[in-house]
T-cell receptor
Framework: DSGVTQTPKHLITATGQRVTLRCSPRSGDLSVYWYQQSLDQGLQFLIQYYNGEERAKGNILERFSAQQFPDLHSELNLSSLELGDSALYFC?????????????FGPGTRLTVL | QKEVEQDPGPLSVPEGAIVSLNCTYSNSAFQYFMWYRQYSRKGPELLMYTYSSGNKEDGRFTAQVDKSSKYISLFIRDSQPSDSATYLCAMSDAYGQNFVFGPGTRLSVLP
């Protein structure tokens, strides 16, 4: 158990809908990362937050947004969902959010868009 | 050309074999190199982490980085069935602004 929690574990929804994925980092970690893992694209970095501020942005679509709250939990919002958004979404956390910091991954949220 | 290339496998070896997993990359700005292990339906977990070129050993695992060739390797000695998983290489620049994973190699260690 990495200490990172993600809810829900599974989510099934329809195209065009909007969903919110939630992540609670390990105790003491200030940085949160979001990743998308699909069969054809592998693990893709989406976005990183550090202590409530956006620090780095990867291949995140405009339909997706995220935020980190004062209690350090984070939410990833996915809107206007398409079939291709079906994937595993992982959250990871690290202490300082620096390049060499170890990232600890949560168990993931499996999103299925029908 | 993808930024990070990795043979997807699957790779099947007998128990006790030495396993060699490799990644090549194209971005010379990468400074941090990592290997993650991912069991089916679980989140990746960090195995090894190396900064710049060189070797690092931790138990049965050895990571090598050759920045001149843009090539990194993970060696697993005395492989065990419990090592059966997907192995992902990952790398980032010095600022952590560009964090990229390889597609992963699926390894099966047969008893």
């Amino acid at each position: 158990d990495s200490g990172v929690t993600q809810t829900p574990k599974h989510l099934i929804t329809a195209t065009g809908q909007r969903v919110t994925l939630r992540c609670s980092p390990r105790s003491g970690d200030l940085s949160v990362y979001w990743y998308q893992q699909s069969l054809d694209q592998g693990l893709q970095f989406l976005i990183q937050y550090y202590n409530g501020e956006e620090r780095a942005k990867g291949n995140i679509l405009e339909r997706f947004s995220a935020q980190q709250f004062p209690d350090l939990h984070s939410e990833l919002n996915l809107s206007s969902l398409e079939l291709g958004d079906s994937a595993l979404y992982f959250c990871a956390s690290s202490v300082g959010g620096l390049a060499g910091d170890t990232q600890y991954f949560g168990p993931g949220t499996r999103l299925t868009v029908l | 050309q993808k930024e990070v290339e990795q043979d997807p496998g699957p790779l099947s070896v007998p128990e006790g074999a030495i396993v060699s997993l490799n990644c090549t990359y194209s971005n010379s700005a990468f400074q941090y190199f990592m290997w993650y292990r991912q069991y089916s339906r679980k989140g990746p977990e960090l195995l090894m982490y190396t900064y710049s070129s060189g070797n690092k050993e931790d138990g049965r695992f050895t990571a090598q980085v050759d920045k001149s060739s843009k090539y990194i390797s993970l060696f697993i000695r005395d492989s065990q069935p419990s090592d059966s998983a997907t192995y992902l290489c990952a790398m980032s620049d010095a600022y952590g602004q560009n964090f990229v994973f390889g597609p992963g190699t699926r390894l099966s260690v047969l008893p």
